[in-house]
């Protein structure tokens, strides 16, 4: 009985370079460095020039669920990549195309 889970490889590779997770980490780290800033370094300067509303700590929250929601987004639908042709020989025969180029007769 095959697997039909034998193609998982190619995958697994294609989601290496998605962009969903690369926002998302791009996201977490923002996002946790404007949090930690906003929770720790803000002055009372700054709250006045932004109207009373700590702006580092609700932007970086709202980075964090965005990192959520991308992560969450590409685990739920993953890329899927089209199934490999059974046989990946191509038309120029098994080794492939002559390497001297075409026959001259």
Avoid: C
């Avoid at 039909?4 to 977490?28: C, N, W």
């Avoid at 009372?44 to 709202?62: H, K, Y």
């Amino acid at each position: 009985m095959t697997d039909p889970e034998a193609g998982a490889e190619p995958a697994a590779k294609a989601g290496l370079f998605d962009l969903r997770r690369i926002l998302a980490l791009l996201f977490v780290v923002y996002g946790t460095v404007l949090t930690v800033m906003g929770a720790t370094v803000t002055s009372q300067s700054d709250l006045d020039r932004a109207g009373g509303v700590n702006v580092n700590l609700w932007v970086g929250v709202g980075m964090l669920i965005g990192a959520a929601a991308f992560a969450g987004w590409a685990a739920l639908r993953p890329i899927r990549l089209p199934p490999a042709p059974a046989h990946p020989e191509s038309a120029d025969g098994p080794e492939g195309p002559d390497p001297a180029g075409p026959d001259p007769r």
